[in-house]
């Protein structure tokens, strides 16, 4: 690897793989190369050479701002379609699970429990989505959702067979602090960013 590679791979290091990044780190690879062996031809040494050729190519701040721009906008599109694949699929379980509840064991109703473990893969998916799309932390969010179908299945199971015994509010009582957790940690980035400090 000569001197102008390892220049353009420093330059282009950090931003996501694709077929666009390897097509233009190519072509200005074989221009800088080109400028260099136009400036030997012209009496100037191979160092002399290289050390012009790059100084007169800058920076790429705005060609790297774009590719940074396509490859998140690519990987939106691609968690996209997997929240999608993932939200059909899930009904189309979840309805097969209500129909053979219902229709060998329609005393019975089971088919909440399933379809509380296949309800979470859509809900990952659209936070993490969410998450790509506004470049913001869904921490609490997410944390929200998940203790309000956790209560949900728990509320459930009591009023389904015990409703004469409230005592969901037990096992509530510990996953609260979940989102509570998620709350003050958000509340405390916040006050140590308007503060100035980072971790």
Known sequence: MNEIESHINR?????????????IQLEITQNLNEKVEDLISQGQ????????????????DDLKEELESSAKLAKSKRLGISLAFSVWSGILIIA?????????????????YPAFAVVWAPMVLFFRW??????VSVSFEFSICGF????????????????NIIWF????????WW???????????????EDGFYD
């Open 11 to 23: 330059l282009f290091r950090g931003i996501p793989e694709s077929t666009r990044k390897e097509e």
């Open 45 to 60: 040494s191979r160092e002399e050479a290289v050390k012009k050729a790059i100084n007169d190519f800058g920076d790429i």
């Open 96 to 112: 097969l699970f209500l129909f053979i509840n219902f229709y060998y064991t329609p005393n019975i109703i089971w088919f909440v």
């Open 130 to 135: 969410l998450r790509e799309k506004k470049e």
């Open 148 to 163: 309000l179908l956790i209560t949900a299945m728990f509320l459930f199971i009591n009023l389904y067979y015990t409703p």
């Open 169 to 176: 509010v037990y096992p509530v009582f510990a996953i609260i």
């Open 179 to 193: 989102p509570l957790a998620m709350l003050f940690h958000r509340l405390r980035q916040k006050s140590k960013k």
